[in-house]
């Protein structure tokens, strides 16, 4: 029997991969972003905050935490049936930082999680990524009971680049984050052509 073209089966689609970090400061909800929107368990390393890294873990604005990531976040998500990320939560404490190489490696672009009550947080994981020329932009975690403040201020304190990009988000929320993802990956896109032209003017 011989079939039409519409009645053949679609071959698979080999989908693209692309490798996000999500960076930030301690307790800004990176392990919680991974989470919302992994499509498989996501793997974690956590470990529980004991009295040996209190003078070292800043717990100001988040003391309900009791956890925190030594090594990385691990999560997947298919954001079309061409294109599945992986997302690697980096660790926030200065201590486990000499990852962060590591992790960068072969990355498309990065998150970086702020929260506004502790901005000078997400510093470090700014300056890390303008330094390598890395693609990024600037989640603003909105954490119930934070202050909310206009995007432009926000901007302003970061003493961001016009370019680079400014989203609020809800890391808890699968909808949200997803959002920030599809951003993060059209700016990265954007970023490449511009790096293109700029190399060949």
């Given at each position: 029997?011989?079939?039409?073209?519409?009645?053949?089966?679609?071959?698979?689609?080999?989908?693209?991969?692309?490798?996000?970090?999500?960076?930030?400061?301690?307790?800004?909800?990176?392990?919680?972003?991974?989470?919302?929107?992994?499509?498989?368990?996501?793997?974690?390393?956590?470990?529980?905050?004991?009295?040996?890294?209190?003078?070292?873990?800043?717990?100001?604005?988040?003391?309900?935490?009791?956890?925190?990531?030594?090594?990385?976040?691990?999560?997947?998500?298919?954001?079309?049936?061409?294109?599945?990320?992986?997302?690697?939560?980096?660790?926030?404490?200065?201590?486990?930082?000499?990852?962060?190489?590591?992790?960068?490696?072969?990355?498309?672009?990065?998150?970086?999680?702020?929260?506004?009550?502790?901005?000078?947080?997400?510093?470090?994981?700014?300056?890390?990524?303008?330094?390598?020329?890395?693609?990024?932009?600037?989640?603003?975690?909105?954490?119930?009971?934070?202050?909310?403040?206009?995007?432009?201020?926000?901007?302003?304190?970061?003493d961001l680049d016009d370019d680079v990009?400014?989203?609020?988000?809800?890391?808890?929320?699968?909808?949200?984050?997803?959002?920030?993802?599809?951003?993060?990956?059209?700016?990265?896109?954007?970023?490449?052509?511009?790096?293109?032209?700029?190399?060949?003017?």
């Open positions: 029997m011989i079939f039409g073209r519409s009645e053949r089966a679609k071959a698979p689609v080999e989908p693209v991969t692309l490798k996000i970090l999500v960076a930030g400061g301690f307790g800004v909800g990176k392990t919680t972003l991974v989470g919302a929107v992994s499509e498989i368990r996501p793997l974690r390393t956590e470990e529980l905050l004991t009295e040996a890294g209190r003078p070292v873990d800043d717990t100001s604005g988040v003391e309900g935490k009791h956890t925190t990531t030594v090594a990385m976040d691990f999560g997947r998500i298919t954001l079309r049936e061409d294109l599945v990320l992986y997302l690697f939560g980096t660790p926030g404490q200065e201590r486990f930082w000499f990852m962060w190489d590591e992790l960068s490696e072969g990355a498309l672009g990065a998150v970086v999680l702020a929260d506004t009550r502790r901005l000078e947080d997400c510093f470090a994981a700014i300056d890390y990524f303008e330094r390598r020329s890395i693609p990024f932009l600037v989640g603003v975690n909105c954490f119930e009971g934070a202050a909310r403040h206009p995007v432009e201020s926000v901007r302003q304190a970061l990009p400014l989203l609020l988000t809800d890391a808890r929320d699968r909808e949200s984050v997803k959002a920030v993802l599809v951003g993060l990956v059209q700016h990265a896109m954007e970023y490449a052509v511009d790096r293109r032209g700029a190399v060949v003017r």
